[in-house]
């Protein structure tokens, strides 16, 4: 069974970075295409983005491109969200999930617990 577990989150200003991280443990991380999402509260859950299982492909939702990065590192078993140019907007408990790739919640087997993420005006 994958085991995600996010952290990184917390309050930042607008305009401000976070680097969130979500590390895995209970099978071979590499095996799996992986993505990011974010629910603020009264919403659904969207997509960030995501990225194949080696790092070489990366997609974005319209509304977090040229300001997001997602990265991986399979020697770590660690995956990230770099965000940067962060806007009261972006307030949300952020999720990573794992066996899965694009932006449906339904495509992904593994989710973690989450990390709350609050930018402040």
């Known amino acids: 069974q994958l085991q995600l577990v996010e952290s990184g989150g917390g309050l930042v200003q607008a305009g401000g970075s976070l680097r969130l991280s979500c590390t895995a443990s209970?099978?071979?991380?590499?095996?799996?295409?992986m993505g990011w999402f974010r629910q603020a509260p009264g919403k659904e859950r969207e997509g960030v983005g995501c990225?194949?299982?080696?790092?070489?492909?990366?997609d974005y939702a319209d509304s977090v491109k040229g300001r997001f990065t997602i990265s991986r590192d399979n020697e770590k078993n660690t995956l990230y969200l770099q965000m940067d140019s962060l806007k009261p907007d972006d307030t949300a408990m952020y999720y990573c999930?794992?066996?899965?790739?694009?932006?449906?919640?339904?495509?992904?087997?593994?989710w973690g617990q989450g990390t709350q993420v609050t930018v402040s005006s």
């Open positions: 999930a794992a066996d899965g790739y694009g932006f449906k919640t339904t495509n992904y087997n593994y």
């Open positions: 209970g099978l071979t991380f590499d095996d799996y295409d």
């Open positions: 990225i194949v299982w080696n790092g070489r492909r990366t």
